[in-house]
C-alpha cells in the first residue's frame, strides 16, 4: 500500500511556475510508476505526466503540457515533483498524484491504483 501526499499547489499568474511534489509512504516506493493527473471543474480527470519505475525513468507527457511540465522522482526521498512552467489559465485544475503497481503495463494513462488528495492549482490571466 502506497500513502501520497500532494503540496506546492497555489495561485500564479500566467506565465509563472509552480514545482508539485508528492510524498509517498508505504513500501517499495521504487517499484512504482509514478503520476500526475488533474481535474477542472466540470471536466474529467485526465493524464498530464507519468514517470516509470525503471531505472531509465522514462517520462510520458499529455500533448497540452508537452514542453512546458516536466517530472521528475526521488527515490531516496519518497517523492515525486512536477515542475510547471509557463503556465496557463486553462491548467487549472487540482492536481492529483498517482501510483502504479509495476506489475500493470501498457497504455500508461490507465491502472493507477492508489491516489493523493490533491492540491488546487488556480492561473490567473
Known amino acids: 500500500q502506497v500513502h501520497l501526499v500532494e503540496s506546492g499547489g497555489g495561485l500564479v499568474q500566467a506565465g509563472g511556475s509552480l514545482r508539485l511534489s508528492c510524498a509517498a509512504s508505504g513500501r517499495a516506493f521504487s517499484s512504482y510508476a509514478m503520476g500526475w493527473f488533474r481535474q477542472a471543474p466540470g471536466k474529467a480527470r485526465e493524464f498530464v505526466s507519468a514517470?516509470?519505475?525503471?531505472?531509465?525513468?522514462?517520462?510520458y507527457y499529455a500533448d497540452s503540457v508537452k514542453g512546458r511540465f516536466t517530472i521528475s522522482r526521488d527515490n531516496a526521498q519518497n517523492t515525486v515533483y512536477l515542475q510547471m512552467s509557463s503556465l496557463k489559465p486553462e491548467d487549472t485544475a487540482v492536481y492529483y498524484c498517482?501510483?502504479?503497481?509495476?506489475?500493470?503495463?501498457?497504455?500508461?494513462?490507465?491502472?493507477?491504483?492508489?491516489w493523493g488528495q490533491g492540491t488546487q492549482v488556480t492561473v490567473s490571466s
Open positions: 514517470i516509470t519505475w525503471e531505472s531509465s525513468r522514462e517520462t
Open positions: 498517482a501510483a502504479r503497481p509495476k506489475t500493470v503495463v501498457g497504455d500508461i494513462t490507465i491502472g493507477w491504483y492508489h
